[in-house]
């Protein structure tokens, strides 16, 4: 049987346009900047996948990145672990870290979606899951007392099950300000925060300390990601859940972090772990260790990768490329259920990307 083969990787740079700006403790994201992929192969199935980087000056780099990773790969059979085999093996002398981690991970989706787009099937299917209807939450920016008040009046009219807000403000006095106007809007709904990795160790022993008492369902990096001993120390002290994940680059960390005890709960980001192979050796990692495992953005791939996930927990709703979508991920009664549409079910509206293609007039 002859084997599919990747022919060509075509990129496009992108300022996908969000429902709100982002701001957070360190800077402000208009627009997100991302890397479109689409991986063609010899038999004419496209796979689509995209990255994301949070600043438009880098995304020359991200896109260099993954075209300097795509003449690694030209020609080899199409076969997803296999090229990630690969590219682990020829990496190894330089590292798979950062923009080169995001850049495999992208790769590593479009080949999934590729693969599964071949067999005409949703990627859930193919990775032997049943589909599942998720827990959403709204994912935001930093807000103060006043201005979140809309923003969870939106996500209560919008029906998730749950709202992240970013914390951080100068004061302690202000994130605890925050925090209970936006539980007064919430109810019952669930409210997480994320500071970013915007506190020292000192500084976060005291504001979460603080924060203990509000009924918040985890605390997200509240100090630099790396720092596993610091987060140890906090998810000892600390009585609600410390969250962190999102910067873990492959598996390998998130495997530190674990044996480190730096986290109540992990959060895994499907391009910094190296995409859909490097997600499924994770996702084994959790259940072993009986950790919940939510997702970091990247709606589209984590919707079927959480069904794959023994220990799923929260959806990330940050809508990044939702606009340059052909067909939407909606919710539905508050939840978001992958599409059975074959791969990862992207299409790409070809109009709204050419519109907001970096540097487009």
Not at 43 to 72: K, N
Not at 156 to 164: H, R, S, T
Request: charged share 25%.
């Amino acid at each position: 049987m002859s084997l599919t083969k990747i022919e060509e990787v075509r990129t496009t740079q992108v300022l996908a346009p969000i429902r709100r700006p982002l701001r957070n403790a360190s800077g402000f994201i208009p627009s997100f900047p991302v890397v479109l992929i689409d991986l063609v192969r010899d038999d004419g199935v496209v796979g689509r996948a995209y990255t994301q980087i949070y600043f438009a000056e880098l995304l020359p780099a991200l896109e260099a990145s993954i075209q300097s990773l795509a003449t690694l790969i030209k020609g080899m059979p199409a076969s997803p672990r296999d090229v990630y085999n690969s590219l682990m093996e020829r990496m190894r002398l330089w590292g798979v870290k950062n923009t080169f981690c995001t850049a495999m991970g992208g790769l590593d989706m479009a080949l999934w979606d590729a693969y599964a787009r071949g067999r005409n099937e949703p990627l859930y299917t193919t990775l032997g899951a049943q589909p599942c209807a998720h827990k959403p939450y709204y994912s935001v920016g930093l807000y103060d007392e006043e201005s979140v008040i809309e923003v969870a009046e939106e996500a209560v009219a919008d029906n998730y099950p749950g709202l992240k807000i970013k914390a951080g403000f100068p004061t302690l006095a202000e994130d605890l300000a925050a925090v209970r106007a936006a539980k007064r809007v919430l109810g019952d709904r669930a409210l997480m925060i994320d500071y970013n990795q915007a506190l020292t160790v000192a500084e976060a022993m005291i504001r979460c300390k603080a924060l203990d008492d509000e009924g918040l369902t985890w605390i997200e990096e509240p100090i630099i990601a790396d720092d596993y001993e610091g987060n140890a120390k906090l998810a000892d002290a600390i009585t609600t859940p410390i969250q962190i994940g999102e910067n873990f680059n492959g598996p390998e960390d998130m495997d530190t972090a674990m044996k480190a005890n730096a986290t109540d709960y992990v959060m895994i980001d499907p391009q910094f772990i190296r995409g859909v192979t490097g997600w499924i050796e994770t996702a084994a990692m959790a259940r072993a260790a009986g950790r919940e495992m939510s997702s970091h953005t990247f709606v589209e791939a984590s919707s079927h990768l959480l069904c794959a996930t023994p220990t799923a927990h929260w959806l990330e709703h940050m809508d990044v490329v939702g606009q340059l979508l052909a067909e939407p991920f909606p919710l539905v009664d508050g939840a978001l259920t992958p599409p059975d549409r074959p791969g990862l079910g992207m299409e790409w509206n070809d109009e709204m990307v050419n519109k907001h293609r970096a540097g487009a007039k």
